[in-house]
C-alpha cells in the first residue's frame, strides 16, 4: 500500500512545463528586467503521486501488504515491480510468494531445484569439483561436515 499520496517536487527547467499543464501552481517572480515571470528554480510543490512521471527518481514510502513493514523506493522502481493496484509486496516477500507461482506457470514446479536441466547442472558441477554426482557423497563434504558436527556440538558428560 502507497503511503507517499503526495510528493514534495523540486520544480526546475526540466519539470515545469509537466507540473504547469497538469495545473499545479507553480511559484514565479516578476523580472523587471525582461518584464515578464519566471519560476523561482529550485522551489518546491507538493505533487501527487499519480502525476509523477513513471521514470521518476524520487524516493517514495510504501507498505508491504505480506509482512506489513514499511519501506522506501524509487518511482521508477515501484511502476516496474508493481503487480496490480491491489497488492504491494517488498522485495523478499514479493520473492516468497510470486516465484513460486511463476515457476509453476511457466516450468509445472514450484522450485528451481526440481528442474531437470538444474539437476544435471548440479550434478555436472559436482563431478567437476568432488567427483561424484552428489556432493553429500564426497569424502571432502563428508570430513567437513563431522568437524563442523564436532565443532559446534557441545557433549556433556556424566
Known amino acids: 500500500m502507497l503511503l507517499d499520496k503526495y510528493v514534495e517536487v523540486s520544480v526546475t527547467a526540466r519539470n515545469f512545463n509537466h507540473y504547469k499543464n497538469l495545473g499545479y501552481n507553480i511559484p514565479m517572480q516578476y523580472d523587471e528586467k525582461t518584464k515578464s515571470y519566471k519560476m523561482i528554480v529550485g522551489s518546491k510543490i507538493l505533487v501527487k503521486f499519480e502525476d509523477i512521471p513513471k521514470n521518476s527518481h524520487k524516493e ?6 505480506a509482512c506489513g513493514g ?28 510470486l516465484l513460486p507461482e511463476r515457476l509453476l506457470e511457466k516450468y ?19 563431478l567437476d569439483k568432488y567427483g561424484v554426482e552428489w556432493a553429500v557423497a564426497s569424502d571432502v563434504v563428508q570430513e567437513k561436515r563431522k568437524s563442523l558436527f564436532m565443532k559446534n556440538t557441545v557433549l556433556i558428560i556424566r
Open 60 to 65: 517514495i514510502k510504501y507498505q508491504c501488504d
Open 70 to 97: 514499511i519501506f522506501e523506493t524509487k518511482v521508477a522502481d515501484w511502476n516496474k515491480r508493481k503487480i496490480s493496484d491491489d497488492v504491494t509486496y517488498c522485495k523478499n516477500c514479493a520473492i516468497k510468494l
Open 108 to 126: 509445472g514446479v514450484r522450485n528451481v531445484t526440481k528442474l531437470p536441466f538444474v539437476i544435471e547442472k548440479q550434478k555436472k558441477t559436482n
